[in-house]
């Protein structure tokens, strides 16, 4: 797999997929910076309106639930009825599964909706599955990705869905099929919206990527990677969010492979 894994993302870069975000205000504009960075192109709508016609031309959706309101979930519902309808893929961000009830209702009604793929946190991962034994820090978790791997393997069964668990090693989790990468760096957790902007990315690659495994390894890889590449020359969160849109825009094949470290 990891001979293919550079070749997809040039293809992001070639076919510049549209990605609708519904996502939190806080991390609209990086999400937005990294998708361009990736050579994929963000649109914000959350319109109730425009729903159905968004989903006609985008490539891909994007539900992130950090900030909800009662608005904003109607368009999530309106939004992933409509991807499905067209035959588009969909990925679902819980963020801050488990810290609230109401948080876990919209969560419920969302994933009977079946998204192409789930990306959070363990503690996310695991309160989805309803296996939290204790309460979600906020959007922080409180689990090791490794931790989550049974409650990954739970909802991918359950609904279908690719699971991708952030943490110090990623894993990307599709039957019997579990990749673990190892890169990133421990800086990259004080920027708000790294994990926002991995599942926008993700949603790029899943949208114009056939083998929608091979697709959230790459997209995985590419923000782990770029992440570690890019810590090397900052002096603090502030520059490395900068240097990181810098990698993932202009990361080469080599330094790419070279320093990509994963398992199967």
């Not at 820090?137 to 409650?151: L, N």
Request: glycine residues 6%; negative net charge.
């Amino acid at each position: 797999m990891k001979e293919l894994l550079y070749s997809h993302i040039l293809t992001v870069r070639k076919q510049a997929p549209l990605v609708q975000n519904i996502t939190n205000y806080v991390v609209m504009n990086n999400t937005a910076n990294a998708l361009l960075a990736v050579g994929a192109s963000p649109i914000m709508a959350h319109a109730h309106p425009e729903m159905a016609a968004m989903q006609k031309i985008c490539n891909a959706l994007v539900i992130n639930i950090g900030t909800l309101d009662e608005y904003w979930v109607e368009s999530m519902l309106i939004a992933a009825t409509e991807a499905n309808h067209n035959n588009k893929p969909w990925i679902l961000d819980p963020v801050g599964a488990g810290a609230t009830p109401y948080r876990d209702e919209v969560l419920s009604r969302l994933i009977e909706l079946k998204p192409a793929a789930i990306r959070g946190n363990a503690s996310e991962i695991q309160a989805l599955a309803k296996l939290n034994k204790t309460q979600t820090k906020g959007v922080d978790s409180t689990s090791a990705s490794t931790e989550a791997v049974h409650a990954g393997q739970i909802l991918n069964k359950t609904y279908g869905a690719i699971i991708v668990i952030s943490g110090e090693t990623d894993i990307i989790i599709d039957g019997d099929q579990q990749v673990k990468i190892h890169n990133g760096n421990a800086l990259m957790t004080k920027i708000t919206g790294m994990g926002c902007s991995a599942t926008a990315i993700l949603a790029a690659f899943i949208g114009v990527i056939p083998n929608e495994t091979e697709a959230a390894v790459a997209a995985t890889a590419l923000m782990s990677v770029s992440g570690e590449l890019a810590a090397k020359s900052s002096n603090g969160p502030g520059s490395l969010q900068v240097n990181i849109l810098d990698k993932l825009h202009s990361i080469k094949e080599q330094e790419f492979e070279e320093t990509l470290k994963f398992s199967i």
